[in-house]
Nanobody, 117 residues
Framework: QVRLVESGGGLVQTGGSLRLSCAAS????????IGWYRQAPGKQRELVAT???????NYANSVKGRFTISRDHANNTVLLLMNSLKPEDTAVYYC???????????WGQGTQVTVSS
């Protein structure tokens, strides 16, 4: 099993920056891909950014050029640096990990990001 704990959310003004952190524990060796999703009120959960065990990175078009995902293997942590934040980035951000050849996935509890206009 893998446990994911997010931190770093908060309230920021338009144009500001936040850094989210996801600490993974447990069977982290089994992680195939790990990343961030978000869910705004009344909307479906959507992909934000992911990074695979091989280093392949994928971003949603809406965050390309503004968000950067990175992985600290030594500390089993995934970071999401969010710059130039917009009100439409307001959502609960969830860390997600797929494991065991993409057979099982895990979710964190989520962290709120609010961007004021």
């Amino acid at each position: 099993q893998v446990r994911l704990v997010e931190s770093g959310g908060g309230l920021v003004q338009t144009g500001g920056s936040l850094r989210l952190s996801c600490a993974a524990s447990g069977s982290t060796f089994s992680i195939n891909v790990i990343g961030w999703y978000r869910q705004a009120p009344g909307k479906q959960r959507e992909l934000v950014a992911t990074i695979s065990s091989g280093g392949t990175i994928n971003y949603a078009n809406s965050v390309k050029g503004r968000f950067t995902i990175s992985r600290d293997h030594a500390n089993n942590t995934v970071l999401l640096l969010m710059n130039s934040l917009k009100p439409e980035d307001t959502a609960v951000y969830y860390c997600n990990a797929w494991t065991n050849n993409y057979l099982v996935d895990y979710w964190g509890q989520g962290t709120q990001v609010t961007v004021s206009s």
